[in-house]
């Protein structure tokens, strides 16, 4: 997160590779200019909770100002200072200001929408700062209306709808961009993109390497020094963004992306070959599910099955909750599409930072801890009508292939208990209707995800059919380190002792049980850990499609006895840096 000088007009920018690859472009900074403001009438008994929505997105301003700001400490002296006072200026236009006692005044006597009321008020300092014609005064208009673009846009909680737009080739600058808006770049017109916030495991982060667009996260300084237009490369995995790139940079990020092609093609090769140790044992790779469109490159990758279908896609970008019905026909055509393969699917899985806007008013947006809150199961349970759709749509998706569905973020044995009666109850009322359904039932399995999960994992052995351990929530739950902050990601280590000995416990009570166990965090993805994990007794892998390639190259590379055997000896350490060498020691060699 360093910004360097490099002579000319040509600056390096750094910050976190989160998605590799290369791309070469012009820019375009995404702002919240065109915005399109929805106008109503609040009826007087409403006028109180539009005051609380009014609040909750004047919060939510307040938060990721103060959130930039802690991000412009990086920034060189001069730049940290200047982007300092800019940001400082914002939060005092959202404290107490005439633009909200304006707002506010607007809904009580007026009472119009939030956004509305923004809108209005933002004109009327505007015009009432341009009459002055004073040049700074006119800066400030400009200020007022930078400030009321992210209220409204917390209040209409619109995606960044532009990208759809943009002219092929373009590489996006954002401030941050969620994994819906991420869901919405089409990798035919959009060649990679870079935001000031967000960390490598956030779901933005999943979602761009699931595109396979690359991506560089938590750049600051981001927004000072690009204008759209300007010409860019991101290399997603070192995680540079240069600006105005001299010539023969270019031609050096070429050949790189020439030479990433060919180790791609390489890949590809591996096909049709079992990914299976040098000593005889079968390891099964399957692939991860962000989008109904990466079925093709799940079975071009040769996935064994789809090991972890996130259904939060279903519930992006749109204002109303997916049925049953639209349900069944995108599970079915998964299913299908997988001929014969298991196809594990999640039910939903929001809160944290995925959220999914029909649910933000059930969820409550402004909840104080949201990755402790209602979130995952605990919704679905409280939830059952969104249950009951998703449990349907499974068991009738079931009827073409093998389904196995799979809880998020379970805690304890009450709640596979809970889910398996609504089960039964969907599946008999599915059956009285004459509509055909899985039989016998789907396996139910749970995410072990939560470090108490982990450590109850003999008592969850005993309740579910299967494992699937999600280290990307394991290592933030047990560590305490936020996965989408891009400030405490140096400390995110999946090679932390606690992370280890929890997939170790958790592992060793599934095999206890004879319960399959497969790891679906991004840690299967990573051939750095594959020994370790093999060596932990894990046999199942599952991994964004593109990961599969360079993981069987490595299952095939090595030798279970000599894994297992390395796995006992970094189980015994106590220093992640200890453990880290004799992992990578153990990798340099086999
Ligand atoms: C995990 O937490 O490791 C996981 C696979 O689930 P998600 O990344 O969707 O939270
Ligand atoms: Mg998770």
């Known amino acids: 997160m360093r910004t360097e000088q490099q002579g000319g007009d040509e600056r390096v920018l750094h910050g976190l590779g989160v998605s590799p690859g290369i791309a070469i472009g012009p820019a375009f900074v995404s702002d919240d200019g065109d915005i399109a403001v929805p106008e109503y009438r609040i009826p007087a008994d409403q006028v109180e909770r539009e005051l609380q ?196 940079t270019v031609a050096r990020y070429e050949a790189r992306q020439e030479t990433l092609e060919r180790e791609g093609r390489q890949l590809a090769r591996l096909k049709r070959l079992p990914a299976v140790t040098r000593d005889g044992v079968e390891i099964t790779l399957q692939a991860n599910l962000e989008l109904a469109r990466e079925l093709d490159q799940a079975m071009a990758a040769g996935a064994e099955g789809l090991g972890l279908v996130r259904t939060e896609f279903l519930y992006m970008n749109r204002e109303d909750l997916p049925g049953e019905e639209e349900q069944y026909e995108a599970y079915r055509g998964l299913v299908r599409g997988m001929a014969g393969r298991p196809v594990t699917i999640r039910t939903l899985d929001v809160g944290g930072d995925k959220l999914a806007a029909p649910l933000t008013e059930t969820i409550g947006g402004d909840s104080p801890n949201p990755a402790l809150g209602l979130r995952a199961i605990r919704l679905s349970l409280k939830e059952r009508p969104l249950l009951d759709a998703q449990l349907g749509a499974m068991l009738r998706a079931g009827v073409d292939g093998p389904v196995r569905i799979l809880l998020p973020m379970v805690s304890s044995v009450a709640e596979i208990r809970k889910v398996r009666e609504a089960l039964t109850q969907v599946a008999r009322r599915l059956k009285r209707r004459g509509v055909k359904i899985a039989e016998p039932l789907p396996a139910l399995g749970v995410m072990i995800e939560i470090p108490g999960a982990a450590l109850a994992a003999d008592a969850l052995a005993a309740e579910s059919d299967f494992f699937a351990i999600g280290t990307n929530d394991l290592v933030q739950y047990t560590l305490a380190i936020d996965r989408g902050d891009e400030q405490v990601a140096h400390l995110y280590n999946p090679l932390h002792p606690a992370v280890l000995r929890l997939i170790q416990f958790a592992v060793e009570a599934a095999l206890r049980a004879r319960i399959g166990v497969s790891l679906c965090g991004e840690m299967a993805g990573d051939p750095r850990f594959t020994a370790l994990l093999l060596g932990l007794g894990i046999r199942d892998l599952s991994m964004a499609p593109g990961k599969i390639g360079r993981v069987k190259q490595r299952v095939r590379a090595l030798d279970i006895v000599a894994a297992t055997r390395r796995a006992r000896a970094i189980m015994d350490q106590l220093d992640d840096a200890r453990i880290a060498s004799l992992l990578d020691d153990f990798n340099a060699l086999a």
């Open 53 to 248: 929505r009014f609040a909750g997105a004047l919060n939510a301003s307040l938060k990721q100002l103060r959130k930039l700001k802690g991000k412009a400490s990086a920034l060189p002296d001069s730049a940290a200072e200047e982007v300092g006072y800019l940001l400082d200026a914002h939060i005092a236009m959202l404290t107490n200001s005439r633009l909200v006692r304006g707002a506010e005044r607007r809904i009580t006597e007026e009472r119009v929408n939030a956004e509305r009321a923004v809108q209005m008020e933002i004109a009327e300092i505007g015009d009432s700062f341009a009459a002055m014609g004073d040049a700074y005064l006119a800066a400030r208009g400009e200020d007022i209306r930078v400030v009321g673009a992210r209220l409204i846009r917390n209040l209409t909680k619109t995606p960044y709808a532009a990208l759809q737009h943009v002219a092929e080739g373009t590489i996006i600058i954002a401030e941050e961009l969620t994994p819906a808006d991420t869901a919405l770049m089409d990798p035919r017109r959009i060649a990679g993109f870079a935001a000031v916030l967000g960390g490598p495991e956030s779901h933005t982060a999943i979602m761009a390497r699931a595109l396979q667009l690359p991506a560089v996260l938590g750049v600051a300084g981001l927004l000072t020094e690009i204008k759209s237009g300007d010409a860019v490369v991101i290399d997603g995995g070192e995680g540079t963004v240069i600006v105005n790139p001299r010539r023969e």
